[in-house]
């Protein structure tokens, strides 16, 4: 399931080759059976992180099953499905985001209770994130040298005027960790 890719041009302020780890998810879909096509996705993301993906891709249509069967009332079935980009099916699945191995930055407390963190992956660039009600978990020793797997959901923060994107933290644990 897991391809290993290199980059073609190489990257010349790189140490070593970089490497990404992809799963190419093959996933046996019904058309119209949406419960079961996000249960089939969520567990072949879950396989794909299991074997070290650190990005995965799904078939397009995979929710739906390619439900191209062009039955009478298409287009209504098609609306029946249909859901916003904040609707339970695609939140199911940005709930299963996580990364394993990430560098703390920084670490700590805010607003008394909140964890606030800023971590990346190598040297990807530093992702903001907070874990309400989570500020507990800064006594584990959340530290530059001890990597974190995290898991999170991306979100749009807007504050003080700007958009960032920030990482909003679902459960996290020290690396090496078994759950």
């Known amino acids: 399931m897991i391809r290993t890719l290199s980059p073609k041009v190489p990257d010349v302020f790189a140490d070593g080759a970089e490497v990404l780890n992809v799963a190419l998810c093959q996933i046996e879909t019904a058309q119209w059976d949406v419960p079961g096509n996000v249960a089939r996705t969520l567990a072949a993301l879950n396989e794909a992180a299991d074997q070290g993906a650190e990005l995965a891709i799904t078939p397009e249509c995979v929710f739906h099953g390619y439900g191209f069967d062009?039955?009478?009332?298409?287009?209504?079935?098609?609306?029946?499905?249909?859901?916003?980009?904040?609707?339970?099916?695609?939140?199911?699945?940005?709930?299963?985001?996580?990364?394993?191995?990430?560098?703390?930055?920084e670490a700590r407390v805010v607003g008394e209770k909140h964890l606030k963190l800023r971590v990346r992956q190598g040297r990807s660039f530093i992702f903001d994130s907070i874990g309400f009600r989570m500020g507990s978990f800064e006594g584990l020793g959340l530290r530059a040298g001890r990597p974190i797997d995290l898991a999170f959901s991306p979100e749009r923060n807007h504050w003080n005027g700007y958009d960032r994107v920030q990482l909003r933290i679902k459960a996290l644990r020290m690396s090496g960790e078994v759950a």
Request: proline share 6%; charged share 35%; net charge negative.
């Open 70 to 105: 062009f039955r009478e009332d298409y287009l209504g079935a098609m609306r029946e499905i249909a859901e916003p980009l904040d609707g339970p099916n695609l939140a199911s699945v940005k709930d299963v985001s996580r990364a394993r191995g990430l560098d703390v930055v």
